[in-house]
């Protein structure tokens, strides 16, 4: 009896080594929730020879990996700037600020920050 119970907490020590986890924060991955993202090597470490890289990250430590926030920054600036002039643009220029928006023009910049992380997020899932 003693064997069979020291043989089934290998098999959970094997089952759980075998299992990914997270570069970040060392979580277990669970399937369809891991999300990987390219790296640049060291040039040193590979030879020189340039090889790109892949973390694993979780749902939580990918949406703070900073390489992906700053292209959804840039999103969001380009993007939200130029829907803002034009949904915006007149009220603005004449200088009527109405209490609207004040919620109108924050919404405007969150939308492209959204679409472009969920779009980074959706072709980076694994």
Same mark, same amino acid.
């Given at each position: 009896m003693q064997r069979s119970v020291e043989s089934g907490a290998e098999a959970t020590t094997e089952e759980t080594t075998n299992l990914d986890t997270c570069d970040r924060c060392l979580r277990i991955l669970t399937p369809g929730w891991a999300f990987g993202f390219k790296t640049k090597?060291?040039?040193d470490a590979t030879g020189g020879l340039g090889i790109r890289g892949? $973390?694993?990250k979780c749902l939580r430590c990918s949406l703070q990996h900073w390489?992906?926030?700053k292209k959804s920054l840039a999103a969001c600036v380009v993007v939200g700037?130029?829907?803002t002039a034009l949904n915006q643009g007149d009220i603005l220029f004449a200088g009527q600020w109405d209490g609207s928006l004040w919620w109108k023009i924050p919404l405007t910049y969150t939308v492209p920050? $959204?679409?472009?992380t969920y779009g980074?997020?959706?072709n980076?899932?694994?």
């Open positions: 090597a060291d040039p892949e $973390l694993t390489p992906m926030l700037t130029v829907l920050f $959204l679409v472009a980074a997020m959706s980076n899932r694994k």
